[in-house]
Nanobody
Framework: VQLQASGGGLVQPGGSLRLSCAAS????????MAWYRQAPEKQRELVSS???????MYVDSVNGRFTISRDNAKNTVYLQMNSLKPEDTAGYYC??????????????WGQGTLVTVSS
């Protein structure tokens, strides 16, 4: 199983970006999907997650600005990021809990996509 993230880039403060992460390989179903981020010299932190039936969760610092969604038919999770701030600058990593059978799951990480918010 591979997770391929895309959509990062350089954006001015107040701007928007949309991240995508597509899972491929031997997949029966996917449980939780999530986005984490890691800024230089900081620990990786959970930004947002979404359950298989679409229930989202957000860390306080992005609540109201970011929206997570998923397309189960495409095994893809998205993160719409609006009103971006310089402190959102980080490498963004997608995560998925992938079932390759009905009963067995394993965690997978994407390779990361860099988001830089700067004027």
């Amino acid at each position: 199983v591979q997770l391929q993230a895309s959509g990062g880039g350089l954006v001015q403060p107040g701007g928007s970006l949309r991240l995508s992460c597509a899972a491929s390989g031997s997949i029966f179903s996917i449980g939780i999907m999530a986005w984490y981020r890691q800024a230089p010299e900081k620990q990786r932190e959970l930004v947002s997650s979404i359950t298989a039936d679409g229930r989202p969760m957000y860390v306080d610092s992005v609540n109201g600005r970011f929206t997570i969604s998923r397309d189960n038919a495409k095994n893809t999770v998205y993160l719409q990021m609006n009103s971006l701030k310089p402190e959102d600058t980080a490498g963004y990593y997608c995560y998925a809990d992938v079932y390759n059978t009905r009963w067995s799951s394993k965690s997978y990480w994407g390779q990361g996509t860099l988001v830089t918010v700067s004027s």
